[in-house]
């Protein structure tokens, strides 16, 4: 599986801009004016790891298929959204459809590009959205504890166990903390879920800084990650402007436009790892003359469940994975060499797949 992040933030702080970078299309209209982006734009990218193209020349592998990551370049927001200000109704309704949000915020001056709030303050346009969402979701919540009130009096299970986890959200709502900060058991997991609440999705800063800053930062960036560490989230420094220009080049320009800028990687690369952290993504591979493929998995999946990432009849008819670590596979030169090493392990349904283990699955058709 891969998974959806949704790019979003005030007007004019370069989301687009760095959309059009990343999926290296101009599907999405980067302009000097709020809204240019109605429609959420979706755009595909495959996740680049060294790993496989290793394994997939010590395989001798014809084909390289990487994992892929989708995101989303969602219509700016503007305060009073959760009241329909704006495009609130429609970026509302589209952020629910993503898995983690990666909050664009303005971390440069530019006299000649606009900001809404007539000033550049990345703190302050983090809170803007934050409140915009934790409203929407008071409302939501509010209006939904209404409608299960019947139910409930009813001694519908179901009913009782929503109700009780729209409380303790709406309760730290009140105070002023996001969804996200309720502690939920393991046996309320699937039902927290389903309740689809905006302030529960995980949250990664984007700080889109000016070229000068691509490296270091600025004390934009430098507040903002102040900020993040309070709350537990995670930020990025990127220049969206750097983006753009190395989504123009081959691999060789921009890995030398990259060592001039005194990069050492693209900002996607830094995107998509902080991306991973924050969902708790891992990657497996499945190697072969035929091909060499990458599959996430989130942290902790069973290897039933991660053979069913490749097709639903691997999980259900599943009997073993046969295993090789990364390591020994690249140290050993491949299967053979694994095998004679008895690096090569068979493990069960109860097994928990590392990060970068090489599997193939034996199931019942």
Request: hydrophobic fraction near 45%.
């Amino acid at each position: 599986m891969g998974f959806k992040m949704g790019i979003v933030g005030l007007p004019n702080v370069g989301k687009s801009t760095l959309f059009n970078a990343l999926t290296r299309t101009a599907a999405a209209q980067a302009a000097n004016f709020p809204f240019c982006t109605i429609e959420p734009n979706v755009g595909e990218v495959a996740v680049p790891d060294e790993r496989l193209d290793k394994l997939a020349r010590i395989a001798s592998s014809k084909q390289i298929i990487p994992t892929r990551m989708t995101f989303v370049d969602i219509a700016g927001l503007v305060k009073g959204a959760s009241k329909g200000e704006g495009l609130g109704n429609q970026f509302l309704a589209n952020i629910r459809e993503v898995d983690a949000i990666a909050h664009v915020l303005r971390c440069f001056e530019d006299g000649d590009i606009t900001h809404v709030e007539g000033r550049v303050d990345p703190v302050a346009d983090a809170d803007t959205i934050e409140t915009e969402l934790m409203l929407a979701d008071i409302e939501s919540i509010e209006k939904r504890l209404q409608g299960l009130l019947r139910k409930v009096r009813g001694g519908d299970k179901e009913a009782v166990q929503q109700e009780r986890l729209l409380k303790a959200a709406l309760a730290v709502l009140e105070e002023g903390k996001p969804a996200r900060v309720v502690e939920v058991a393991d046996e309320d997991a699937k039902a927290w879920k389903a309740l689809q609440l905006l302030t529960t999705k995980p949250v990664l800063y984007v700080c889109n800084v000016e070229e000068s800053a691509a490296a270091e930062g600025n004390a934009f960036s430098a507040a903002v990650a102040e900020m993040a560490a309070e709350q537990g989230a995670g930020t990025v420094v990127i220049s969206a402007a750097i983006e753009e220009e190395i989504s123009q080049l081959d691999a060789e320009e921009a890995e030398v436009f990259l060592e001039e800028m005194g990069l050492e990687e693209a900002g996607l690369d830094r995107l998509i790892r902080a991306g991973y952290e924050l969902l708790r993504l891992e990657t497996y591979f499945t190697v072969g003359p035929k091909e060499a493929r990458a599959w996430t998995i989130r942290r902790g999946t069973l290897a039933p469940q991660a053979a069913g990432v490749i097709h639903g009849d691997f999980e259900r008819g599943f009997i073993r994975a046969e295993t090789i670590a990364y390591g020994d596979y690249v140290t050993l030169d491949g299967e053979q060499g694994a095998k004679e090493a008895g690096k090569m392990r068979v493990e069960g349904k109860g097994y928990e797949v590392k990060d970068g283990d090489v599997l193939h699955f034996l199931f019942n058709a």
